[in-house]
């Protein structure tokens, strides 16, 4: 089974701080993502990545940033915290091509406080 | 540009009686449509996908899918409802051919299924 981990379940962090947010998969996967969830906003789009050192603003990019190095790691950087970015944070991957499901990781809850 | 809209938030339901949830997208290419559902305190994964062929797609635990272009709908159907099917589900559309769209995944904004006994 593919296997999508992101590195901290549960995250609390402090107004400005940065913040570095993981995702690592285990399948060779081209295209990584990174969603936000809100109640009653669904998952929101933050950035994706076709490939290695490739990527491409989602619909709500402000205040966010990314790294894709390797393979199967991409991070997602918050460069200075704030409040409205209290959310959960999920992390998904897929093989290349846009009809592919994808695996998506438990998710990291981050509190900005 | 590509959105997706779910209508109603929350849909409740008797066990045994029809699951209809409803989803309508929007996409200037021609769509790759995805249902995904979300269990408590699980993570998403996909319930079914409409790609290219017959519009009809079958999924996984009894749901189904109709793609109508003439409607932009692609409502999520099971004739009838069990309990382990409370969960909040949602539509998700790609679009297929290039351009800014191709290979995003749009959802919407989710739609909690309850079931009652």
């Known amino acids: 089974d593919v296997k999508v981990t992101q590195s901290s379940r549960y995250l609390v962090k402090r107004t400005g701080e940065k913040v570095f947010l993981e995702c690592v998969q285990d399948?060779?996967?081209?295209?990584m993502f990174w969603y936000r969830q809100d109640p009653g906003l669904g998952l929101r789009l933050i950035y994706f990545?076709?490939?290695?050192?490739?990527?491409e603003k989602g619909d709500i990019p402000e205040g966010y940033s990314v790294s894709r190095e390797k393979k199967e790691r991409f991070s997602l950087i918050l460069e200075s915290a704030s409040t409205n970015q209290t959310s959960m944070y999920l992390c998904a991957s897929r093989v290349q091509g846009a009809r592919g499901k994808l695996f998506f990781g438990s998710g990291t809850q981050l509190s900005v406080l | 540009a590509q959105s997706v809209t779910q209508l109603g938030s929350h849909v409740s339901v008797s066990e045994g009686a029809l699951v209809l949830l409803r989803c309508n997208y929007s996409s200037s290419v021609p769509p790759y449509l995805f249902w995904y559902v979300q269990y408590p305190n699980q993570g998403l994964q996909l319930l079914l996908k409409?790609?290219?062929?017959?519009?009809l797609v079958k999924g996984i635990n009894g749901f189904e899918a109709e793609f109508k272009k003439s409607e932009t709908s692609f409502h999520l159907t099971k004739p009838s409802a069990h309990m382990s099917d409370a969960a909040e589900y949602f539509c998700?559309?790609?679009?297929?051919?290039?351009?800014?769209?191709?290979?995003?995944?749009?959802f919407g904004q989710g739609t909690i299924l309850t079931v009652h006994p």
């Open positions: 990545s076709y490939d290695v050192k490739m990527k």
């Open positions: 998700a559309v790609s679009g297929n051919a290039g351009g800014t769209s191709y290979g995003k995944l749009t």
């Open positions: 409409y790609t290219t062929g017959a519009t």
């Open positions: 399948m060779d996967h081209e295209n």
